[in-house]
């Protein structure tokens, strides 16, 4: 049986992970009959009150993502890519603040040492990456010199600052997916769009199972 | 176009609303082109590290509610029935902690009053009632003694608390649903059993057809 790895990087998508996006590829996955297990950085960031937008106190990313893992979250550090068929980064706003810095230093942002070190073992070990909504850009940090290919939906700024990193970018609706074969990337938009759970699980329905065919 | 109130208890099924039967719902209401506005109550209470299962700060249910709903959150209070459909309880611990104290308290436990409110409001104006994982328990305390029918899967002792509000339990499967036509109750046993999201989502998507068609 396949088994993937999923990173998250917290719970909401304003300061952690997009929890439909999150949910959304645990559903698929299950559906499939691959196995997973959930990772999230251990560090402590700020959070961000979800009602109202203004600044909360500092939270574990790991623990919160806890709370969508239903406990059975681990430290990023101890994800051991030869364990794994695959890996998956949902969306949410965490992938651009903790996992890298994209949301605000753009396509030269800096990347948490251990994403960066699971996205490169994937690659080297040509096994499939798969990253929603934002968490393209991430991947793209990293391999972009390799010219892979990606979407984060249609938004002309992001899609810009994607192609800095040596990255191509193409453009692709909310409930659709771009595969990049050559590198085993799939990347669907999720909430880069204004768009409601029905589309975001859809497209994450059909990225997952490509990456289930490429596992 | 129908409209749909969906209550929720927080964010994490130790302290709140389980997070993927709350999405499932979203994912599905969505699919069936069903409008939905979300609600919690506005109350804090104490948080659970879903790592450790140690006990945390206090938090807002409402506000952490508005992480499942991507900000849109409104409180439980301002939840008039004449302006909706049907109604959805997600299950998770929040709703036997918070919305009720049935985990406390069993068949005689207490209700908050604006929950109670809207149970009540959505019975007597015969719209339908979803209730998922232990939710039912709720929905039970509040109408059993006009002996509703509901499932909370297949956990014996759950069950015999339950019918002693006065309320029916029958047996179901994870991956189903149980139908009150007289009383337009629909519940689904969701994360009552050790399952899998795929499972749950299941379940959930066919108890929000059946309550789509009574709505």
Do not use: W
């Not at 948490?112 to 699971?118: G, H």
């Amino acid at each position: 049986m396949k088994k993937f790895a999923v990173v998250l990087s917290g719970c909401g998508h304003k300061d952690g992970s997009e929890i439909t996006e999150s949910v959304s590829t645990l559903i698929v996955l299950a559906e499939h009959g691959l196995q997973y297990e959930i990772f999230a950085p251990n560090i402590s960031v700020p959070a961000t009150n979800h009602l109202t937008g203004q600044p909360q106190e500092e939270r574990s990313i790991l623990t919160e993502a806890a709370r969508i893992a239903r406990g059975q979250a681990q430290d990023l550090k101890n994800l051991n890519p030869e364990n794994f068929d695959a890996v998956v980064f949902p969306g949410g706003f965490g992938a651009a603040l903790h996992l890298c810095s994209f949301a605000k230093d753009g396509a030269k942002c800096k990347v948490l040492p251990e994403a960066q070190k699971v996205i490169e073992a994937f690659h080297r070990a040509e096994k499939p990456i798969g990253a929603f909504c934002i968490a393209p850009a991430l991947i793209a940090r990293v391999l972009g010199s390799h010219g892979v290919t990606v979407t984060i939906g249609n938004d002309t700024e992001t899609a810009t600052e994607i192609t800095k990193t040596g990255a191509q970018h193409v453009n692709c609706a909310v409930d659709d997916y771009i595969s990049d074969r050559d590198f085993k990337i799939v990347t669907s938009p999720a909430y880069m769009y204004d768009a409601n759970p029905f589309q975001v699980f859809t497209g994450i329905r059909k990225a997952i199972k490509e990456l289930a065919e490429m596992a």
